[in-house]
């Protein structure tokens, strides 16, 4: 996602601010689990240690190919963490923002913004995975952050949920490209809607909760799936889509 929004700079911040923080702590960790690992269960001398910190320290700098993987693994740790403290408030969906079974048997999330054309691009491969498997419930959160026309749209889209029109809606707004103020228009009345989102504040309310989650999450753009404890970012495509589903149902 690009994005020059006052909320995009401040997601982007964060997520920079986190794997710096978790880039210190990887490299403490591979030190301290290295002296153990050469002296379990004996005290380390500080020459000893000194050593060992040199040892490291230069396999690194002759392999700093090692780095992104361990901390790709290390923050894949510690989102599915996250995922599971979150699971309710993030498989829960708000009134009618959700397809497939209702009780199906995996949940897959899609954080989305109606401006964001890799969502839209993303928009056959949910459709396809809906279709293929009827033990799987799909779930929309509505994450503006490409503008005020896709704020906009959000709320209409959760007054639509309310509605019980929210698939409609979702699927047309989506056909008809960028959700400017007449696409919304349109993908109303082909959604037989013409709720409004003025007279309720529970509307801001669920996309400021999305908010937190996302920084939760450290999502840094749209779309981003959450399948089981994993994050998918991006528009991964079907097949990712499909693995992390089949992974998911494995883990049950």
Known sequence: MTDDTGAGRGFTGFIRKRRMILAAGLVGVLLGASAMALAP???????DRAAIEKIVHDYILAHPEIIPEAMERLQAREIAKVVDANRKAIETPFAGAWAGAADGDVVLVEFFDYACGYCRASQPDVERLLKEDKKLKV????F???GEDSRKAALVSLAAAEAGKYK??????FALGRPSPDAVKSAQAAAGTSASPSASPR???EIEKNYDLARALSLTGTPAFIVGGKVLQGAVGYDALKDAIVEARAKK
């Open 41 to 47: 269960g004996a005290p380390v001398s500080g020459q």
């Open 139 to 142: 779930v929309w959160r509505e």
């Open 144 to 146: 503006p952050v490409l």
């Open 168 to 173: 409609a809606f979702h699927d047309k707004l």
């Open 203 to 205: 509307f801001d309310a």
